[in-house]
């Protein structure tokens, strides 16, 4: 595997199971990793402070960028309280937990502030594999908007994203391989409702973890 060892990376972290994984994966890859997260109207703070909280207990320079201009501009459930969260995908449409235009905004504040910082590789966990029907986690996107990147700002920006053909269990199985599995499980929070590892147990995005943790557990044999 290549590794950047004299370069660094900037990691779009929330806290949660995938960017936490990342940002164990970036640790070995690059010689320094920041992390970059968005206030954007969510549900919940305990998202940020749980970020803030695993980047300081990771000796990892942290970042929060207000993006709450997005949670005015499309209705959905993660950032409009009133809204009834979908536990499934909609037949023929997208989840309402979809924030529209969310991983596009991402990607450009991270490689405005890369650009400023001179940092030219971004880490982002979205994945094809398992990403509940979201457009902007597709491969096809990422490589879009990467060369998007690099030609508005005349750079050469990389966009890692190490685990766009992983599944949920294979997630799990890769937070074990890196040596982080209970930390990753039992540190980080993935629940839409803001409750720390194994979550609410009803919404999208603990269904989603809790049937890759079955999986990998029976897999591993425990």
Sequence with gaps: MRTYNQEDALV????????????????????QVHTL??????????????????????????????????????????????????EKQPKGSYPNTFVPGRNLLFLTFAATLAYAEGI????????????????????????????????????????????????????????DELGVFDFIRHETLTCYNGIKADGCGHCPACLLRRRGLKAYLAERGH
């Design 12 to 31: 779009l972290f929330s806290g949660g199971q995938d960017s936490t994984t990342c940002l164990y994966w970036a640790k070995q890859q690059f010689r």
């Design 37 to 86: 997260c968005f206030t954007y109207g969510q549900r919940h703070s305990q998202e940020v402070e749980n970020a803030r909280r695993i980047a300081a207990m990771t000796a990892t320079p942290f970042r929060v960028l207000d993006a709450s201009i997005i949670s005015r501009l499309a209705p959905n459930s993660l950032t409009d309280r009133t809204m009834t969260m979908d």
């Design 120 to 175: 030219r590789h971004l880490v982002t966990g979205v994945s094809q594999a398992d990403y509940s029907g979201y457009p902007d986690c597709r491969d096809t996107f990422i490589r879009s908007a990467n060369a998007t990147l690099n030609l508005a700002m005349d750079q050469q920006f990389v966009i890692h994203t190490p685990l766009m053909w992983r599944n949920k269990k294979e997630v799990w199985q890769l937070a």
